[in-house]
Structure formats: C-alpha cells, structure tokens
C-alpha cells in the first residue's frame, strides 16, 4: 500500500511503486479526468499537478511522489480554475475534448503562478500540451481572457 494525498484526501494505493501515477489515478482509483495519451511524458494528456506543479502522470511513478499533494482535474479549484474552466466553455475551446483536462491543467499551473502572461510565457507554459484538433490559437486567446478577467 502506498499512502498519497490526491485532491486533498489521503488515500491508499494498492500498487507497486513503479505503477505510473496515471494508471494508479485512473485503473486502481477511478478518477478517469486525466488521460492516456502517448505515454512518453510528450502530449500532456495525463497533465496533474503536485504542489502545484504540472506533471506528466504517465511518467511519474507512484512511489516517486512521497509527500506532494497531487491535485487532478476533478480536483482542481479556486478562483483561478473556476475562471480557466468557465472561460474555456464560453469560448468554446475544445472541440474533440480529448486533450483539454491536460490543457486546464496547464493553464490553471501558468496563471497561478504568471498573472499576466505574454504570447511567448503562454507558448512555452502550453508547449508540453498537444492538441490534435490544432485548436492552439483558440487555447491562447482563452488563457489571455481568463489573465483579463483575474486582473480584473
């Protein structure tokens, strides 16, 4: 059993420490947010955060995240998600859907922490991020609306 704390509860994982968080987040707990997109840590499907950092959970082995709090996209919150979320419905950014947990998450982890991102601090935030619909530029103008509407 491994004790990990995931959207501030602590739980108990049966699995072995090697088991990549996002296969014990999703198979052994349930939480299917969070997708499986390659594996490799390259298109950001799988995007949580611990301690409030993004991270690729398809590389990052279970027993490797000791005490961080792990917050996926059924638990993240707070006025800085609640603003990325309802801004990304309004402009109706996604369109398969797919990618946008890993997106959200990304985004909510910049805003926290750059409150008035430019075009470059966006790219590079969203880079680790792919979106087989190519819907980028609609991702970039929601992150600035969602900056707009924090400042405000």
Not at 54 to 78: H, N, Y
Not at 98 to 124: E, R
Request: contains cysteine; charged residues 20%.
């Amino acid at each position: 059993m491994i004790k990990v704390n995931i959207n501030g509860v602590d739980r108990e994982v049966d699995a072995e420490a090697d088991m990549p968080l996002l296969w014990a987040i999703r198979d052994v707990l349930g939480m299917t947010g969070i997708k499986f997109g390659c594996g490799l840590a390259q298109c950001g499907a799988c995007t949580v955060h611990l301690d409030g950092q993004p991270v690729r959970s398809c590389q990052t082995a279970l027993g490797d995240v000791g005490t961080a709090k792990i917050t996926t996209i059924e638990g993240v919150g707070g006025k800085v998600a609640e603003t990325v979320q309802a801004v990304w419905a309004e402009l109706d950014v996604p369109q398969c859907g797919y990618c946008q947990s890993g997106q959200i998450m990304s985004a909510v982890a910049l805003l926290s922490q750059n409150k008035k991102p430019g075009d470059g601090d966006i790219d590079s935030a969203m880079s680790g991020n792919l979106c087989r619909c190519a819907t980028y530029a609609r991702i970039r103008s929601a992150v600035h609306e969602a900056a707009r509407r924090l400042e405000a």
